[in-house]
């Protein structure tokens, strides 16, 4: 829709929140510091600086807290939460759409089942004993493999490896590190979101499992035999290994590392470059190396 006009009776109709000032038309989102007429912008906060931006520049719309909404002379649109309202606006009236398609370089087995409405990138390869939902997105040079199950409307950007072998092994009697078969699957549940060179291993005998509406950050490592569960985010450089779970609506900073088989409730938040050796209980923020709690939300 980028490219069409909207004006600000037509974002507050969507909204279902007051505009207070002029409908003015709308042609594409700004950055604040790079706004001007015709763009529409968000402020989460108020301080003297955006303010002046905002009388600078001019945009045709602005959604915003509340104080910044008192002090303004910008057509605005109140809110209590101004970058979620921004976010819905974008999906409404700015997303990009086209039909998917399956580029021709695209590498699908026999035996593997694509769903309907699907999009697969070029040099991608999907193995035979993958399912892909219908309206799944597959990046160029993704690759599935192995026994992998994808539901709806699940994204995988590019270069991430989805169900190879694992990194499992043990000493022999003559020292040598014998590899442990991975013998499981992946599944993902519907709306997971994979950034891009992300990898995630196969069961060993059980499954790999990512819950609906999981979003799982680019340059994430997953292991086998996790589970993450409903709603939970996960940034960028995070190592989880093999056997750990955890719980819904979960906040993982980038650069954490989960060791293996550790369990982590529900609305744990994780902070920047953690280590968590041990369980962690619902509610906890916790942050260090090794992690600790810091306080309960």
Known sequence: MKGK??????????LKKPLRGKSLPILEPADINRCGPRTIVWVKSFTDERLELLEQRRPALVICDNETGRKTTVPHIVSTNPRLDFIKVLSKFFKFTHKPVIHHTALIEKGA??????????FARIGRQVSIGDDCVIGSGVVLEGKVELGRNCIIKPNSVIGCQGFGFEYNEEGKPLHFLHLGKIIFEDDVWIGSCTTIELGTLGATTIQKECKIDDLVQIGHNVTIGTKTLVMANTVICGGVIIGERCWIAPNSVIKEKVRIGNSVTIGLGSVVLRDIDDGLIVAGVPANPIKKK
Do not use: E, L, R, W
């Open 5 to 14: 006009t909207i004006t600000g009776q037509d974002v507050a109709q969507f």
């Open 113 to 122: 089942s694509v769903g309907k409405n699907v999009g697969i990138g070029a």
